[in-house]
């Protein structure tokens, strides 16, 4: 009999403070061996890999207008909130969901 699909649930881990990350900044934060860009626009916070799926940029370092993300190195760019390339959907980068409770910024992911 064919084994069923394991499922994955997603569990949140607090990794800074409201306060930790202005506006209009990032901050680089790890969770369990992943190194996550978590950026702080007007106030709503969204959660990337930081490392470029291009060439491996660090996209904590780029620049953001509205919810575009631009990488440092080439200027490739993702949409912070899905993650896809506004110019080219064949492109993406890792996003995960954020929690804020109280001051705690939690971000979700999946474990088995
Ligand atoms: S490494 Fe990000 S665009 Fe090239």
Known sequence: MAKEAHERKTEFFTVARTTEVVSGRARVVFLRGIEIALFNVNG???????????????????????RVLT?????????????????????????YPVQIEGERIKIGMAVD
């Open 44 to 66: 709503d916070f969204y959660a990337v890999d930081n490392l470029c799926p291009h060439e491996g940029g660090p996209l904590a370092a780029g620049t953001v207008g509205g």
């Open 71 to 95: 990488c440092p190195w080439h200027r490739w760019q993702f949409d912070l909130k899905t993650g896809c390339s506004p110019v080219n959907p064949a492109i993406s980068v890792q996003t």
